[in-house]
T-cell receptor, first 115, second 115 residues
Framework: AQTVTQSQPEMSVQEAETVTLSCTYD???????LFWYKQPPSRQMILVIR??????QNATENRFSVNFQKAAKSFSLKISDSQLGDAAMYFC????????????FGTGTSLTVIP | KAGVTQTPRYLIKTRGQQVTLSCSPI?????VSWYQQTPGQGLQFLFE???????NKGNFPGRFSGRQFSNSRSEMNVSTLELGDSALYLC??????????????FGNGTRLTVT
């Protein structure tokens, strides 16, 4: 089974500053999909950004961008101009093209935004 | 478009009892997946249903079962409850089960407490 590792259990950032959350994964597959989800106290998991492994270009969604390093099996999330509403648990997830909707999640990073 | 709806939001049960959780996916979504979230184990995949058929199953005992109806609504059942079954159960729907970049759309979860 694929393993997803988030080595930062907690992170904090000043409002309006930039923060990077780390994620590494272990796989022998060459084609796969990576996701970042956010889980605020409301409990609902919300998609932040996704990346296809075959695409070399890093995905970007407004203030959120990724640094995808396929050879290093690294998929970090950068949040620019941090806002109070960004405070949440962030989960990195891996999806194989062969196992349908069985996502493998990391253990999460709790992000605090300091006003 | 209405999101993924899970009912009930909270449940308290006694060891040995059984419980049924319900999930209504986003309209048009045919895949429904279930995940268990605990502080110790994180997010773990339970199973996925697509067009009323179980497509994939995680590493959980047979006490955990599910089904999907013709309208794509899904139910999850846990029999002979154990204290360790206390968790947040998340349902997620997706357009397809092809292992592509279609994201999972999550509900708010059902918080199950077993006493």
């Amino acid at each position: 089974a694929q393993t997803v590792t988030q080595s930062q259990p907690e992170m904090s950032v000043q409002e309006a500053e930039t923060v990077t959350l780390s994620c590494t994964y272990d796989t022998s597959e060459s084609d796969y999909y990576l996701f970042w989800y956010k889980q605020p106290p409301s409990r609902q998991m919300i998609l932040v950004i996704r990346q296809e492994a075959y695409k070399q270009q890093n995905a970007t969604e407004n203030r959120f961008s990724v640094n995808f390093q396929k050879a290093a099996k690294s998929f970090s999330l950068k949040i620019s101009d941090s806002q109070l509403g960004d405070a949440a648990m962030y989960f990195c997830a891996y999806r194989s093209p062969n196992t349908g909707n069985q996502f493998y999640f990391g253990t999460g990073t709790s992000l605090t935004v300091i006003p | 478009k209405a999101g993924v709806t899970q009912t009930p939001r909270y449940l308290i049960k006694t060891r040995g009892q059984q419980v049924t959780l319900s999930c209504s996916p986003i309209s048009g979504h045919r895949s429904v997946s279930w995940y268990q979230q605990t502080p110790g184990q994180g997010l773990q995949f339970l199973f996925e249903y697509f067009s009323e058929t179980q497509r994939n199953k995680g590493n959980f005992p047979g006490r955990f079962s599910g089904r999907q109806f013709s309208n794509s609504r899904s139910e999850m059942n846990v029999s002979t409850l154990e204290l360790g079954d206390s968790a947040l159960y998340l349902c997620a729907s997706s357009l397809d089960s092809g292992g592509g970049n279609s994201p999972l759309h999550f509900g708010n979860g059902t918080r199950l407490t077993v006493t």
